[in-house]
């Protein structure tokens, strides 16, 4: 007979499986920056971003802080392996806009520094473990709630114009997948509160979405397909 603890387990493999695909979403965007040897005006911050939401994430899954999150971990793991490599390709191509490079290295630096404090802190100067999750998940939180309320921006502009033309519906549909069965995950066994708060509003937020994109997708002009960087550029940034 199968047991909370393993159907958890199940839930956070297939959790696993989704948050990579969410991953390996912006490729098509770093494949045409590859073939084009520029980075156009594809924007570098939500990568950034995501490289400081998936090391958080991973300090938050290890033991020291949250035990029985390993998979929190593992995926956030290869999350940033894979973020890393986009900053990079990134790096390799944005020649034309100096300034850029100095940036993203400076982000990255601010970035590294902030997680270090963040460990160091919860090691060695908070002893009591229900207050290094909650130190620890509550910044991991802030981090997911902006990433998945992200694509709610286009919201206005969808209201607006009565057109979904700017509204990624595949990313909304991955999003509330990938929300719904972290939160799922949070809920068996062993409740875990941090990843039940940000993928419970990401849940909410991705359904809004879509009910925005399916109330406007009649009304929105009809012509030829075109690939924008506005479309394309949003990576998958919320795993967990």
């Known amino acids: 007979m199968v047991d909370a603890k393993q159907v958890r387990f199940i839930i956070g493999v297939i959790g696993n499986v989704i948050s990579f695909g969410l991953f390996a979403a912006p490729a098509k965007t770093f494949w045409r920056i590859f073939k084009k040897k520029s980075v156009e005006e594809f924007s570098y911050v939500p990568y950034v971003a995501t490289v400081m939401n998936c090391m958080l994430w991973v300090f938050y899954g290890l033991p020291v802080v949250h035990k029985d999150s390993y998979l929190v971990s593992t995926i956030n793991g290869v999350g940033l392996v894979i973020e890393l490599f986009y900053v990079g390709v990134y790096l ?14 400076l982000y990255l630096l601010g970035e590294v520094v902030s997680v270090a404090i963040i460990v160091l ?6 002893k009591n473990d229900f207050i290094k999750q909650t130190f620890v998940g509550i910044i991991c939180d802030i981090f997911n709630i902006a990433m998945y309320a992200s694509p709610s921006l286009a919201i206005i502009t969808v209201v607006k114009t009565k057109s979904v033309e700017y509204m990624p519906f595949l990313l909304s549909l991955v999003c509330f997948v990938n929300a719904a069965i972290w939160t799922s995950y949070s809920l068996i066994f062993k409740i875990d509160y ?45 795993r967990v």
């Open 92 to 105: 390799m191509y944005c020649g034309h806009k100096q300034n850029y490079r100095k940036k993203i290295l």
């Open 121 to 126: 802190i919860t090691l060695f100067v908070i």
């Open 194 to 238: 941090y990843v039940l708060a940000s993928n419970g509003i990401g849940t909410f937020l991705a359904l809004s979405q879509l009910i925005v994109y399916f109330m406007y997708y009649k009304s929105t002009p009809k012509k030829e397909k075109t690939v924008k960087p506005s479309e394309v550029e949003i990576p998958a940034t919320n």
